[in-house]
């Protein structure tokens, strides 16, 4: 069984930088490409950026050119966050999907079969 375990999350002001980490472990990495999404209060979860196994990497519009998504392939993920907003406050999740549904774009939710625990980043302005 897949096992992903998010930290790094915190608090910062407006302009900050946060790094989020995801060790993962238990299923077939070599199936899968990895993401964050995050989900504030009230709205729906949204895929933020994902990473295939050749490197490539794919951003949600709101976060381009500020958040950078990296791997040690096969053990973890990070999220580098810069410049960061309060309309970045969330709680941010890291998670796997068949590599099938990450050709365009960050899988969608209902594809993801493995999702870590979240953690939380609150950005003050």
């Known amino acids: 069984q897949g096992q992903l375990v998010e930290s790094g999350g915190g608090s910062v002001q407006a302009g900050g930088s946060l790094r989020l980490s995801c060790s993962v472990s238990?299923?077939?990495?070599?199936?899968?490409?990895m993401a964050w999404f995050r989900q504030a209060p009230g709205k729906e979860r949204e895929g933020v950026a994902v990473?295939?196994?050749?490197?490539?990497t794919m951003y949600a519009d709101s976060v381009k050119g500020r958040f950078t998504v990296s791997q040690v392939y096969g053990k973890s993920l990070y999220l580098q966050m810069n410049s960061l907003k309060p309309e970045d406050t969330a709680m941010y999740y890291c998670?796997?999907?068949?590599?099938?549904?990450?050709?365009?774009?960050?899988?969608?939710?209902?594809?993801?079969?493995?999702w870590g625990q979240g953690t939380q980043v609150t950005v003050s302005s």
């Open positions: 998670a796997a999907a068949l590599d099938r549904y990450c050709v365009q774009s960050t899988p969608p939710s209902r594809n993801v079969d493995y």
């Open positions: 238990g299923y077939a990495y070599s199936q899968y490409c």
């Open positions: 990473i295939k196994h050749d490197g490539e």
